[in-house]
C-alpha cells in the first residue's frame, strides 16, 4: 500500500482545509448580502452583532 500523499503536510492539511471552507462561506455571504443592497459595512455589523466576538461601538 502506498503512503498517502498530503498536500502542505498531515497537520496543515485540515487547517487548510478548514481556512479555505470558512474563506468560500464568508464570500458567498457576502456576495448574496451585496445582492439585497447591504453594504459592506452594514454587512460586517450584522456579522459581529451575531457571532458576538466584538462590542460595536
Known amino acids: 500500500m502506498a503512503p498517502p500523499v ?3 503536510s498531515r497537520v496543515a492539511d485540515p487547517i487548510f482545509a478548514v481556512f479555505i ?3 468560500a ?3 458567498r455571504i457576502n456576495r448574496e448580502e ?3 443592497g447591504k453594504s ?3 454587512i460586517v455589523e450584522t456579522a459581529r452583532r ?3 466576538f ?3 461601538s
Open 54 to 56: 466584538f462590542k460595536s
Open 6 to 8: 498530503y498536500i502542505i
Open 40 to 42: 459592506t459595512q452594514e
Open 25 to 27: 462561506a464568508a464570500l
Open 21 to 23: 471552507g470558512v474563506s
Open 34 to 36: 451585496k445582492d439585497k
Open 50 to 52: 451575531r457571532l458576538s
